[in-house]
């Protein structure tokens, strides 16, 4: 049989309160997770030798360019994405200008009044 795996898959780093509760994935994409993620992960790191046509079709379409049909590879691929680090894009910078002191005024050479 294909994946098969004595312990349960869990990542407590990423998913502090388990995969099922994450809101991240299905119950049908968890539960597929759970049973089969420790020998998915074990072919991924390469820990692991593809036993069957099954594990060598996942590893093609999980390390390949195409679109991916095998539902492990899915999954997996799913997985590997959502924990993937993610970039924070943010609006404001720091700059010498604003680290000098937080002048605010105008700088131009007429002084303003206020009436």
Known sequence: MS???????????????G??????????????LESCG???MELHQGTRKPADETEKVFLEQLHGD????????K?????LTV????HLHRLCSVGDDEMSG???SNNSSEESSIE
């Open 3 to 17: 994946f098969e795996s004595e312990k349960q898959f869990n990542d407590f780093q990423h998913f502090a309160r």
């Open 83 to 86: 924990i993937k680090p993610r």
């Open 38 to 40: 420790t020998a998915m």
């Open 102 to 104: 937080g002048d605010f």
């Open 66 to 73: 195409g679109v991916i049909t095998d539902p492990y590879a």
């Open 75 to 79: 999954v997996f691929k799913k997985y």
């Open 19 to 32: 995969i099922r509760r994450s809101g991240e994935f299905s119950i049908r994409e968890s539960n597929l």
